[in-house]
């Protein structure tokens, strides 16, 4: 192990509350471009001519037609070790808050394929406390609960609640949510898209309106509650543990300066330069699935 994993090591193993910070590098491992790397471009549009009030005001259908696109390309892709590895030690060690920018769905089915690992090795406890509570020094140092389970025993219910508990806050939205335009009713929406012509669109199944996606777009104000849980939970934090992002994309990418400010420390995991690498305490140049398994193994 280098000196810099160590050291953030030592970081984590000594803190009560951490706040974990992720954007789209997290999900480029399990095939999900990020807007500013290679595979960013669809047709010949850039996010950010469509990713706006404008372009959905313009043409609903193309934009909705973009996000199915991008749905499909989710629903190929699979968690990969690092948003495993997040849920599971958020499950462990409890006192750790996930803040996401990210609109996939990645870091919850990560977090069912921990739920699902602990169980089956009879270690996942049914913890009590909101999930960002600092964990009990007992239950940090807790012993499997029971032997481990074969797979027709796996108690489901408790797997999704323990998964639920460590449910990103989202400071940009859902791909898989929608928000109607007319009366701003929000719901799940997975059901496959029809973008053939705009009188397919999504509808609003109480007043009729056009759906739009549940997502933040360029130039539109980040979810109040959203915001407050996640910059109160940074503000906070003795560790900000940033994943991924390159910390471009305000207000949201200020949120490691509430640690900073605070007197907390900053770790950053990316291949590639950020606007953090001047403030962080510790940085680890590597691709998230490669280094953070490692930095959070039992600490
Ligand atoms: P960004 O595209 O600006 O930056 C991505 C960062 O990830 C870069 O710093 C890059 O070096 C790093 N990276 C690339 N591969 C990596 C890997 N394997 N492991 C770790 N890091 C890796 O993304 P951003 O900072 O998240 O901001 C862009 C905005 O677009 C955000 O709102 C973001 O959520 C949104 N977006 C979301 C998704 C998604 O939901 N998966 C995808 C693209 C863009
Ligand atoms: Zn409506």
């Excluded at 290679?38 to 973009?66: I, Y």
């Excluded at 219910?157 to 109607?180: D, M, N, T």
Aim: proline share 6%; net charge negative; with cysteine.
């Amino acid at each position: 192990m280098s000196g810099e994993s160590a050291a953030a090591r030592e970081l984590l193993a000594g803190a009560v509350r951490v706040v974990v910070f992720t954007g789209a590098g997290v999900s480029a491992e399990s095939g999900v471009p990020t807007f500013r790397g290679p595979g960013g471009l669809w047709k010949t549009f850039r996010p950010e001519q469509l990713a706006t009030p404008e372009a959905f005001a313009r043409d609903p259908r193309l934009v909705w037609e973009w996000y199915g696109w991008r749905r499909g390309l989710l629903a190929a892709c699979r968690p990969n070790l690092a948003h495993v590895a997040i849920a599971r030690w958020m499950l462990r060690r409890g006192g750790v808050a996930l803040v996401t920018q990210n609109v996939d769905d990645l870091h919850e089915r990560g977090a069912l394929e921990a739920a699902t690992g602990l169980a089956r090795e009879g270690r996942l406890r049914v913890a009590a406390g909101p999930a960002g509570a600092p964990a009990s020094e007992e239950a940090r140092a807790a012993a499997p609960d029971a032997s481990p389970l074969h797979d027709d025993e796996l108690p489901v219910e408790k797997i999704a609640a323990a998964a639920a508990r460590v449910a990103p806050i989202r400071l940009h939205g859902s791909i898989f949510h929608v928000r109607c335009t007319n009366c701003r009713a929000r719901s799940e929406h997975r059901a496959p898209l029809d973008a053939s012509s705009e009188a397919t669109l999504p509808r609003c199944g109480a007043c009729g309106g056009l759906l739009r996606p549940d997502v933040v777009w360029f130039g539109e104000a980040l979810p109040e509650g959203a915001l407050e849980a996640a910059f109160g939970a940074a503000a906070r934090a003795d560790v900000c543990l940033v994943v991924g992002t390159a910390g471009a994309v305000q207000p949201a990418a200020a949120l490691v300066h509430e640690t900073a400010g605070g007197g907390g420390r900053v770790i950053v995991v990316d291949p590639g330069e950020t606007a953090y690498d001047a403030m962080a305490d510790v940085r680890l140049w590597g691709a998230a699935g490669e280094v953070v398994p490692g930095l959070l193994r039992d600490v």
